[in-house]
């Protein structure tokens, strides 16, 4: 088994590779700590299955998943982040990712997912299955978020979060001049005039962990 474990956190990583160390007797493991190690270590060889973080200090993991979809089209790749399902879920299972998890699932939980998303089928919980069958069924009336690039619901996740347009700029490698044109460009898609009525939707909408 051969798998990628793309997460900025080494106690992370070193936790998942027990965990796989556990469960494979033949086990190698690549590891990258951002978008440009993880695009890298893709092209160089091949992996079973990616493990992918949403967040990541040079590109958001949403990004990096589009772009494994190109380099890789068949290569399985497992979202594994902190952030709740009703976040991300829905938006990485359409870019193209094989499964979602949380951070705070058993490990048990975790290597079912992997040997379920390696053999070719799709990790589903309960709770995102019935979270998709909404979302499916209300396709025609979709929510304003829905009409937002990758980029800017991520914009907008962390406005609504409390961060301040600095300290997004720090944390995707923007400047405060695009951060706040990304800001504008929400506001006019969500029909809002302040930042205090993002976070009123966002919360409203369960978008915020």
């Known amino acids: 088994m051969k798998v990628l474990i793309a997460d ?3 106690v992370v990583r070193r936790g998942l590779k027990q965990i796989l160390a ?4 033949t086990l190698a493991v690549g590891e990258a700590q951002n978008a440009q190690e993880t695009l890298h270590l893709i092209n160089k060889q091949d992996w079973d ?9 040079d590109k958001s993991g949403l990004e990096v998943l589009k772009e494994l979809r190109q380099l890789r089209p068949k290569l399985p790749v497992l979202i594994l982040t902190s952030y709740p399902e009703e976040q991300y879920a829905i938006r990485v299972l359409r870019a193209g990712a094989r499964g979602y998890m949380t951070k705070e699932c058993a490990p048990e ?26 979302t499916l069924s209300d396709e025609q009336g979709k929510p304003p978020h829905e009409n937002l690039s990758d980029r800017e619901y991520q914009v907008l996740c962390m406005i609504a979060s409390g961060k301040t347009v600095s300290q997004i700029g720090d944390e995707l490698a923007l400047s405060v001049k695009t951060v706040s044109t990304y800001r504008a460009r929400i506001l006019e898609k969500m029909q809002m005039k302040t930042s205090a009525e993002l976070i009123h939707y966002a919360i409203r909408n369960n978008l915020v962990g």
């Open 22 to 25: 556990d469960e494979y007797q």
């Open 8 to 10: 900025d956190h080494p």
């Open 109 to 134: 939980h975790l290597i079912d997912a992997i040997r379920k998303v390696t053999r070719g089928g799709r990790y589903i919980s309960p709770g995102l299955a019935e979270l998709l069958a909404i």
């Open 49 to 57: 299955i990616a493990v992918l973080d949403i967040s990541m200090p």
